[in-house]
């Protein structure tokens, strides 16, 4: 299938298993989806290359997860199609992989802050849903300290969904094979040109 | 804030499905948002505000010395001037303006700081290792 990207162009590197966020084409109602791939994030490597344990490493890790999320959205803005189609986003957020370990690091739960910081006082209004497929058994004790992060109105649009629950909001000719759709993995986000 | 569980995860139906005690929505209910919607003068009613605050905070600059005053200057026309942003900020503060000022002035010290636009993949080597020396993040 050719998906329509405007000023988009991805990689065709084999790097699909490196990153763990990518644009994910446009729901049946014209949202920019992105998936974001739990099992692809690796915090730990975020930031300095030599770590030594050291409040910079955790400022480095933080710093760069920040750039990263703000990089994302902004790609995710830019890949919106004109008015009258919907300036927002659809966040596929998959949560294979989760551990229940993950939600105790320190530096898990300052970019899990920065991420809904960025997401709720940098680009209000911006997301549309997030759904949430895969949950693991233990993923509730996690929800459980991030839900309080969230304000209201954000957390009314985060959903537990089914994956076959997904064709309802995005066309299954765009909803990438592994959810059950036509469409091939989903590159990681390469350029936008201007 | 606390937020009950119902305003999280609705509860649509008896077919909602369950993976240990997280509700799973069987049905995808549509999420109100409004990506058009006429704010009259309020608009124009925070732009005011925000320039008040904004030469009042010049006055008492003492917060945020690393962002440059011309840059934040510079950021605060860009974003007054952006009447949907400005309507997201209204619709996410609820139309209180007072806190949208708060936030718009957030907004511009934020940018100022992280340079959205300026961002590149270089810039996320970890988060995104791909090899990219030339790529620049454009606008639609």
Redesign the interface.
Known sequence: MTFDV??ATF?A?S?HE???WRLAGYSREGHVVSNYKLQYW?PG???N?QKNGSADDLDAAVL?????V??MI??M????K???A???FVVVFDLKGFTPTLIFRKDVRLMIRKLIYVA???Y???L??T?LVN??????SA?KLI??L????T????????VA?LK??IDPDVLSKEYGGNHDEYP??????? | ???SDD????LSSASS?M??????????DP?V????QDDGDVVAELVLAVRKAWLTDEADSTTDEDTDRELCDNLLEKLVGDR?QL???L???KYDIDACVS?VL??VR??AR?K??G?Q?E??P???????SE??????
């Open positions: 405007p000023n990689s590197l790097c490196a990153g763990a690796e490597n975020l930031g290359r760069e997860y920040t750039k990263y703000v990089y902004e790609l803005i830019a890949n919106m004109g008015a009258p919907p300036q927002t709720q006082s940098q209000p209004e911006r549309h849903k759904l949950a693991p058994f233990g993923f509730e929800w839900q309080p969230l304000d209201e109105k957390a009314s649009k985060i959903r537990f969904v089914k629950s309802e909001e990681l986000p390469f350029s936008v040109s201007s | 804030m606390t937020i305003a999280v995860i609705p499905l993976v240990g005690n997280l509700k799973m929505e069987s049905s995808l999420v948002t409004v990506d058009n949907s309507v997201r900020i619709m996410a503060r936030l957030e907004q934020f940018r992280w959205p636009h961002i993949l810039d996320i970890n988060a995104v290792p791909c090899k990219s790529v620049k993040l454009g606008r639609a």
